[in-house]
């Protein structure tokens, strides 16, 4: 057996090691400077402590991109060091970010332990590559996101740091082949232990839905699915729990052997970035000729999605909407009944109506899938999504994108019960149709202005936030922009106080709300590693069932030209246009 020491580095700080939304996301330049990594993993330790750290049983692994395999190396041999008994790393080092949750949940070791928590490497969405970017974040034994008390007590570490603790002797391990390897140190036995990275995943898949009602929908010769994983992990998953264990024609996947750089595209699931998929679902400027009935992709560690219908695109507000009013029919997890539902407050009032209708319990939590976390923790929510292309449920505490795909394939399943085998079935467009005609529509847009000067941002915000004060000042300026937008009534910025821990959230978004219910929002992204990013949410509430077919960019535009020019964006950044709309 390889028998390590355990080394003392001496370091010193480094600025700006501030976990945003998703932890810490910074260019791959940046990582790789001497001690970074080293400086971000040790301070993490500390913050959990050392009673959470000797002994334990660590996961380490992620989307596989650019930098990942030594980022592994190095946190295996830290942990050795730290005094860590053993940690879990998927085979190549890949496990989706929803898998990481769902090993920390319900993998046992031979010796009956379980997983105290994970360091998972993703940038999630933003490209990989030498040039891009690589992240490292932390969840806890709940197998959700580390709680802002743990990320700012990580932080206020990377300030002070002096030394890390590595293991010298401890050679690399080798992550290509499942097996365990087993090493001494001066506290012991140190394990590491490379698995599948799909059977803990695909094992909970298979107790949430009915896999053989799926089976018999893509079978059926009416029925067409086309997955893109963007070149991110989620095509691991998709290989196995579309192809292998549901029956899905292996051409039917797009994109799905991970790259270090996602094949140099950008792993976000949208009609921007998702340009292959786009056109194939006949959504691009080609005109394709029998797009298949189902579309979806994911983005690069695979929690979030994007579904579409043939020609048809679902905004991820609705389609959280329309999961949550037919779980209870159409996944077996959710026949007894929903605890409750939420989405973030930037999502759309889709989800509010169904709660209402359903007699559900409804919370609207700031951005950042943590907050969602204490719900489920509490017992008080099972289906919760976000705008961002985020959507999930109590099974995890991440969002889930392979998840969101099989809740789609499990509706038109249970929708198409009888008309398996041939014939008309009812689409995904008839889906989302049906639903507005019930429940009414919110037409819905997300304008993003990508890496844009981060003074100017602030300066913008700061000029919305001042406008508040004074709502009949803001009308007049409305009235001046589009005198046929109704009146802002109400204008804030977002605070939300945890019902379940009490703890406050301040600065979560500024909100215009309207007379006629329609809203805009207006957030800096949390989550970029260069500049800032403006977020502008705009949405509309429409009930009469004879006016919810129309083009949304149409129906939305007084609203938007209203956005634009009440934040002054063009002065603020220079930017005429957004970099991304969804
Ligand atoms: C991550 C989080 C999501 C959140 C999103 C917001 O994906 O997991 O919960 O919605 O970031 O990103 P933003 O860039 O808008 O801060
Ligand atoms: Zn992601």
């Known amino acids: ?214 089976q018999k929908l893509l079978a059926s010769p009416n029925f067409t699915f086309c997955y893109d994983a963007l070149h991110g992990v989620a095509g691991v998953y998709a290989k196995r729990i579309f192809v292998e264990e549901l029956g899905a024609k292996e051409s039917s996947l797009l994109n799905c052997v991970p790259k270090e750089d996602f094949g140099g595209g950008h792993p976000d ?35 979030r999605n994007m579904v579409l219908g043939k020609r048809f695109f679902v905004t991820p507000s609705d389609s959280v909407a329309i999961i949550a009013a037919n779980a209870v029919e159409a996944i077996p997890y959710f026949s007894g009944g929903l605890k409750g539902v939420a989405r973030s407050m930037p999502t759309s009032a889709a989800l509010d109506v169904v709660a209402k209708h359903l007699n559900l319990k409804f919370f609207e939590v700031p951005t950042g899938w943590k907050f969602f976390g204490n719900l489920m923790d509490a017992g008080m929510c099972s289906v919760c999504g976000e705008e961002s292309f985020g959507t999930g449920s109590d099974h995890i505490r991440e969002k889930d994108g392979i998840w969101a795909v099989l809740a789609w394939l499990s509706i038109l399943a249970y929708k198409n019960k009888d008309n398996l085998g041939g014939g008309k079935l009812v689409t995904v467009e008839d889906i989302v149709r049906q639903h507005w005609a019930k429940y009414g529509r919110h037409y819905y847009t997300r304008y993003d202005y990508e890496n844009v000067d981060a003074g100017g941002a602030k300066d913008l915000m700061a000029h919305l936030v001042k406008l508040q004060s004074s709502l009949s000042e803001v009308n007049g300026i409305i009235k001046g922009i589009r005198p046929d937008v109704s009146n802002v009534v109400n204008a804030d910025e977002f605070e939300y106080k945890d019902p379940v821990d009490g703890s406050i959230s301040k600065h979560q978004g500024i909100r215009y709300l309207f007379e006629d219910g329609s809203r805009l929002v207006f957030r800096l992204s949390g989550t970029g590693s260069e500049g800032a990013t403006i977020r502008v949410y705009i949405e509309q509430y429409e009930k009469d069932p004879s006016k919810t077919g129309r083009d949304s960019q149409d129906a939305l535009a007084p609203l938007v030209e209203v956005a634009i020019k009440l934040s002054k964006m063009a002065e603020f950044t220079g930017r005429s246009a957004p970099t991304v709309i969804t």
Request: net charge negative; no cysteine.
């Open 1 to 214: 057996m390889v028998v390590f020491q355990v080394s003392r580095v001496q370091t010193k700080p480094f600025d700006g090691q501030k976990p945003g939304t998703s932890g810490l996301r910074k260019k791959v330049k940046v990582f790789t400077q001497p001690h970074y990594l080293h400086n971000f993993v040790q301070s993490t330790f500390y913050a959990l402590g050392d009673d959470k750290v000797r002994g334990a049983t660590l996961v380490v692994s992620g989307d596989g991109r650019y930098f990942s395999k030594d980022a592994i190396q190095i946190i295996i041999k830290m942990a050795a060091a730290n005094g860590v008994r053993r940690i879990w790393v998927g085979q190549n080092g890949l496990l989706s970010t929803p898998a990481v949750s769902a090993v920390i949940r319900e993998r046992v070791a031979a010796d009956g332990s379980k997983a105290n928590g994970a360091f998972i490497l993703t940038a999630s969405h933003n490209p990989g590559g030498p040039h891009e970017d690589f992240g490292i974040k932390y969840n806890m034994e709940n197998g959700g996101p580390a709680p802002e008390s743990v990320t700012d007590k990580i932080y206020q570490n990377t300030t002070t740091i002096k030394e890390y603790l590595i293991a010298e002797g401890l050679p690399d391990v080798d992550i290509s082949t499942v097996g365990v390897t087993t090493f001494s140190g001066p506290e012991g036995q140190f394990d590491v232990d490379v698995f599948d990275s799909t059977s803990e995943y695909v094992k909970l898949m298979k107790s949430i839905f009915d896999f053989g009602s799926i």
């Open 269 to 303: 699931p949208n009609l921007t970035y998702a340009k292959e998929l786009v056109a194939r679902m006949g959504l691009g400027k080609t005109n394709e000729s029998d797009p298949p009935e189902f579309g979806a992709a994911a983005d690069g560690d695979a929690d």
